[in-house]
């Protein structure tokens, strides 16, 4: 019987094994004092498309020699950037100082404890940024990051079709007339069941004056007029075809690669798709596309950056972050990587306009943006949102059912 | 194996047979001992520790959100209450809307079991029809036996890609179908493009196990047989497929287990389908993880009990048993 | 199902044919046509696997630009994509991906195999107690869902302090491959024969000599095949990959996976399958090599009668 107390002390150091790893759940309010002490650290982010970041970087460690910043890239994929995320701060790795963090997940790292509060000696001056960006790094009346880069939804139209762009939901559905008769579709936009569809869908409720939660960030308020509404006009239009079954099937890339085949006359996209409809060999729209604010209240994106509440060098973290919000930093960010500065004035800097044409248009969607909700449990509420909005728009849902259904999942997902 | 002759031969010993044989039988276990322990030990740290964490995890509750302070405080015990969560469909007092991951439970079941049936079905017979080409002897078998490697050889997650780049609505799929199919956007065209991509890639694991079997197989036993008067048809029933049973047994069961976990494919090609259509348990385990881990390790430990039970019958009740006794083989009396 | 001797030199006196052609030249006929049948049957196999992948390398040659034509052969073709693979501009590391998961890829097989012929061994020709339960382990190291071992590993790792290393990469990878490789070799052992272990021991043999020499060789299909499934198995390893390795250390999966355009939001479906071309190119060479030793047949003489 030999081989049978091996095995089995083997499973009792395994179970050993488990009962002493099992305690790096998150927990509690572990948001300590601001330690004050400086030193090398390391600024995590997602993939750096444009080798933009490292020539920001080696430009603070010229100036910091002390202070050295490393550059840890995650991949591309925000899922996964996310994971990563909360697998080193259940680690409580503090190996992560400043990390990049997506506009919607603030909340749930702030709650969860992760993030240390910019406060007292880690204050930052918020006054000059956009109010939108300022809102979406805060949690419960504080400051948890620091916008960095923002994002907002641009309406692309056909100018040769449409010469003067619409302003609204139903003068834009009233265009689609114009679009049957040059005989190409009319509407592009994200509803593939993924966060692209959170964001039209969002989009689409805030443009009609509803809100997908109340100001507290968890409580749903789907069951009102407006969000019905919201909801509705995108159903009309895919019912009547001004919206094709395939955007069923659309996220960013599929979206843009149609409109600049030319068989769409609007799209709702992200800046991005602008310099690239204008370059590409294959785009048929080069000179023949505009761009407008979005006739529904556009939806915010960006990244923030937040000191981890593990760090071993909050002072040089603090410090970075107002470095990557610098006016000079934020300048290079617009320039070399069509990222959307979260300095207002710069929106109006002439310089910047020269190269991205796109920024006064982007500052008008911006302004009127309608931020994701901002709640802990924000995986929960976009699944919500996601699932019953594509039930909806496909046709296995109505509307009210489908909103219904929203708000008790959001509900549940709010109360853990 | 045909041709067994008669019991081997003991070394006799002046110590007579009985001590012997019980000298022997130690020597026996301690040697296996040795034998087998690195394995065991190696997959009791990967995959032991892992999951004795989950069951203690999945006994403890999700963090919950103090409403005052607004931040996240420990969970205390659970009970079965993230067991009864799944399986019962409660979400807390009441049962889990649309939209939720529990509301999925159910059918990530359906869709974890329906794709592993009709995938291990459909790469089976494939694989044993490429298994059977590939063993034959013409020119060019080189080739043949490359080409059929090569899905399987291609990373995972480039195959994904692969396929979700053909089934766009502006892909190969639809222009060589001239159709317009939504393949992501609908249930059913979501769920067969996710099982031919499966089987496209996994049909070569099964030919390659099968192929390894049929080559222990030697032509005598074809060559008697056809000058018997069998036909192919007879020879491949009575002759091959018996023969083959244990290679083909293994290489089922780990299909099996293997599609039971079914989680790269449809997560790149599909995000886990229109609604729920195409989101197997494992999906539904990296979407809890998400959003509150130790439900997910309640959900992880059901998978484990559920993929455990399967293989149980296949094991019991199909024969994939490769334990048996050897005494009784060493005898001849066991196949 | 024995087989005598006797029955299988015993030639067959030909028989005369019923419509007076030779009974030879009828068999030769059959003999053709099953030889064209086998080959239609080969062909369309070679366009079932073939086909996606020639897609693949299609889309791989194509301007970015281009990225949804779907012409069947690229007619502005470049290089332009392979280069981006390449290229370590963007951060990408293709090649010492490629070589990491090489190393990975090399010792995972070995150690594997090592482990796995010596459990099946014991599993498939030794007698001891608690064999089925010993077996049922093993088996059960394949009933956990991969997913739910990310963050119990990545903790278990980072707390040993072993982040950035390759035994991270390489010790998950090899209890990946484990449970098959038992199982497969275990199930081939069982069939071989055993006086042939028998004799080698009266000879003087011990039981590893006789094992080493004479089973092993016979078993050689079965234990090429499992190499390659280790192998291929651990260089298409993702999601351990992803989370435990460092830049240094990464692998091709990750690599690929971490492929960007140069705009965010951007899918580079062409890079990313010229990088996957790359990849799979000397995986095929390694395959084509080593195919004779999958089917070296089983004539070592001493199983007949």
């Known amino acids: 019987m030999k081989k049978a107390t091996l095995v089995f002390a083997a499973v009792l150091a395994v179970g050993g094994l488990a009962v002493s790893g099992c305690s790096g759940s998150g927990g509690g309010s572990s948001t300590g004092a601001a330690n004050s002490s400086r030193g090398p650290i390391t600024y995590v982010q997602g993939k750096d498309n444009n080798n933009v970041v490292q020539p920001v970087i080696d430009m603070w460690n010229q100036k910091h020699p002390d202070e050295k910043v490393t550059l840890k890239e995650q991949s591309t994929d925000a899922n996964q950037q996310h994971d990563d995320l909360v697998q080193n701060f259940q680690a409580k790795n503090s190996n992560y100082d400043v990390v990049s963090v997506d506009v919607v997940w603030t909340a749930e790292f702030a709650a969860k404890g992760w993030l240390q509060p910019l406060e007292g000696s880690l204050k930052i001056d918020t006054s000059n940024l956009l109010p939108a960006t300022v809102k979406s790094a805060t949690y419960i009346g504080k400051l948890y990051a620091a916008p960095v880069s923002s994002d907002g939804g641009l309406l692309y139209y056909r100018k040769d079709i449409v010469p003067t762009p619409p302003t609204t939901w139903d003068e834009m559905m009233a265009d689609c007339a114009k679009a049957k008769a040059a005989n190409i579709s009319c509407y592009a936009g994200q509803f593939k069941q993924y966060e692209g569809l959170t964001v039209n869908v969002a989009e689409s409720i805030n443009g009609a004056g509803g809100e997908i939660v109340k100001s507290d960030g968890k409580t749903p308020n789907l069951q009102t007029a407006e969000a019905k509404k919201g909801m509705q006009q995108l159903v009309d239009a895919f019912k009547n075809g001004n919206i094709p079954q395939e955007n069923l099937t659309f996220m960013e890339e599929p979206s843009r690669q149609a409109f600049e085949a030319g068989k769409y006359l609007f799209m709702r996209n992200w800046p991005y798709a602008y310099s690239l409809a204008t370059t590409d060999a294959t785009s048929v729209v080069k000179d023949k596309f505009g761009i407008a604010p979005l006739v529904t209240a556009s939806s915010l994106g960006g990244h923030n950056a937040a000191i981890s509440a593990y760090s071993k060098h909050q002072a040089t973290a603090h410090d970075f972050l107002q470095f990557l919000e610098s006016q000079e930093i934020q300048k290079i960010f617009v320039q070399k990587a069509s990222l959307a500065p979260v300095i207002t004035a710069l929106y109006d800097d002439q310089d910047l306009i020269k190269t991205n044409p796109y920024l006064p248009v982007l500052k008008q969607s911006i302004l009127k943006a309608v931020p994701r909700p901002v709640t802990p449990f924000y995986p929960a509420v976009t699944q919500a949102i996601q699932v019953n909005a594509f039930q909806v728009l496909s046709g296995a849902a109505d509307v009210n059912t489908g909103l219904k259904n929203m708000q008790d999942a959001i509900k549940s997902a709010a109360n853990g | ?335 | 199902m024995s087989v005598t001797s006797t029955e299988v030199a015993a030639g067959t006196t030909p028989k005369p044919a019923v419509d007076g052609r030779s009974r030879s030249s009828s068999r030769a006929r059959k003999k053709a046509g099953a030889s064209i049948r086998t080959g239609i049957q080969a062909i369309i196999i070679v366009i079932w696997c073939l086909a996606p992948f020639y897609w693949m390398i299609v889309t791989a040659f194509r301007p970015v630009d281009y990225t949804y034509d779907t012409s069947l052969i690229p007619i502005p073709a470049t290089l332009d994509n392979f280069a981006t693979a390449f290229s370590t501009q963007l951060g990408n590391h293709l090649l010492r991906a490629i070589g990491n998961s090489l190393i990975v890829g090399v010792s995972v097989t070995i150690i594997a195999l090592a482990f796995g012929v010596t459990a099946a061994y014991a599993l498939a020709r030794l007698e001891f107690a608690g064999k089925p339960f010993l077996a049922g382990i093993i088996l059960g190291a394949s009933m956990f869902p991969a997913v739910a071992l990310l963050t119990p590993l990545f903790q278990l790792f980072t707390n040993l302090g072993w982040t950035g290393t390759y035994q991270v990469l390489i010790i998950p990878s090899i209890s990946f491959a484990l449970p098959l490789t038992v199982y497969t070799l275990a199930s081939f052992l069982r069939e071989m024969p055993w006086d042939l272990e028998e004799a080698a021991r009266v000879d003087g043999c011990t039981r590893f000599t006789a094992f080493v020499r004479i089973i092993l060789p016979l078993a050689a299909p079965a234990v090429f095949t499992t190499a390659i499934l280790a192998f291929i198995a651990s260089w298409n390893e993702y999601l351990i990959a992803s989370v435990l390795s460092t830049d240094a250390t990464q692998t091709v999966t990750v690599a690929i996976a971490g492929f960007t355009g140069s705009q965010p939001h951007q899918e580079p479906y062409t890079a990313i399958m010229a990088a996957g071309t790359i990849v799979t190119v000397p995986l095929v060479i390694l395959v084509l090599i080593l195919q004779r030793k999958i089917v070296a047949g089983l004539t070592a003489g001493g199983v007949k009668g």
């Open chain 2, 1 to 335: 194996m045909a041709v067994v002759d008669a019991p081997p031969e003991k070394i006799k010993s002046p110590r007579g047979k009985k001590t012997d044989k019980a000298a022997a039988r130690t020597h026996e276990r301690r040697a296996a001992l040795w034998l087998i322990a690195p394995s065991i030990l190696i997959l009791a740290v990967v995959i032991g520790y892992p999951l004795v964490a989950a069951v203690i995890q999945s006994f403890q509750k999700d963090a919950g959100l103090n409403p005052t302070t607004g931040l996240f405080e420990q969970g205390g015990f659970a009970g079965f209450s993230n067991y009864t969560h799944w399986l019962l469909q409660q979400c807390g007092p009441v049962p889990c809307p649309p939209g939720t991951n529990c509301a999925s439970f159910w059918a990530a079941i359906f869709n974890t079991f329906f794709f592993t049936i009709v995938t291990v079905v459909l790469e089976t017979v494939l694989g044993l029809w490429m298994a059977l080409i590939m063993n034959r002897a013409y020119r060019g078998r080189a080739l043949v036996r490359a080409s059929v490697l090569v899905p399987w050889a291609i990373p995972t997650a480039v195959t994904a890609k692969l396929w979700f780049f053909i089934f766009a609505t502006a892909g190969i799929a639809n222009v060589i179908l001239h159709a317009q199919i939504l393949w992501t956007s609908q249930a059913w065209p979501a769920r067969i493009a996710i099982i031919i991509a499966d089987v496209w890639k996994t049909t070569p694991f099964m030919a390659l196990l099968i192929l390894a079997g049929l080559q222990i197989i030697p032509d005598e036993i074809y060559e008697a047989s056809r000058v018997d008067g069998a036909s192919t048809v007879q020879q491949f029933f009575r002759i091959t497929l018996p023969l083959i049973k244990p290679a083909l047994m293994v290489a089922i069961l780990f299909r099996t287990l293997d599609a039971l976990r079914m989680y790269d494919l449809p997560a790149i090609l599909t995000g886990g389908g229109p609604g729920n259509a195409t989101t197997t348990l494992s999906i539904l385990v990296v979407d809890q993880i998400r959003q509150g881990f130790n439900a997910a390790a309640a959900l992880s430990t059901l998978t484990f009990l559920l993929i455990f039970a399967v293989a149980f019958i296949f094991v019991r009740f199909l024969g994939a048993n490769v334990v048996a006794t050897t005494e009784a083989q060493q005898k001849g009396e066991l196949r």
